[in-house]
């Protein structure tokens, strides 16, 4: 079975930055892309990013384009996502989540194979 960890939410305020980093751990797989996705209360779980190892290329939703990074480690199953200028609208539960296959919609969540329990980030004023 594997199992996705996130690690480094927390509580900032507006402006200030915070890194989120995922890590895979129990039965070995091959990942082709690895994302985060959040899921603010009372709302539906959205796309915040993605990375796929092949190129690499990288994927952002629009509210957070220019503003979070993400990155990461292929060989390890490891990605990191850098959140710079963070809003009070950043506020959410964030996921990690993995997928397997070339032709995935980075965009759909059930695209993907797995998923972290999600760490909480809140963003005050």
């Known amino acids: 079975q594997v199992q996705l960890v996130e690690s480094g939410g927390g509580s900032v305020q507006a402006g200030d930055s915070l890194r989120l980093s995922c890590a895979a751990s129990?039965?070995?797989?091959?990942?082709?892309?690895m994302a985060w996705w959040r899921q603010a209360p009372g709302k539906e779980r959205d796309f915040v990013a993605a990375?796929?190892?092949?190129?690499?290329?990288?994927y952002y939703a629009d509210s957070v384009k220019g503003r979070f990074t993400v990155s990461g480690d292929s060989a390890k199953n490891t990605v990191t996502l850098q959140m710079n200028s963070l809003k009070l609208e950043d506020t959410a539960v964030y996921y990690c989540?993995?997928?397997?296959?070339?032709?995935?919609?980075?965009?759909?969540?059930?695209?993907?194979?797995?998923w972290g329990q999600g760490t909480q980030v809140t963003v005050s004023s």
């Open positions: 989540a993995a997928g397997r296959t070339r032709d995935l919609s980075v965009g759909t969540a059930r695209s993907y194979d797995y």
């Open positions: 129990g039965r070995t797989f091959s990942s082709v892309f």
């Open positions: 990375i796929r190892w092949i190129g690499p290329r990288t």
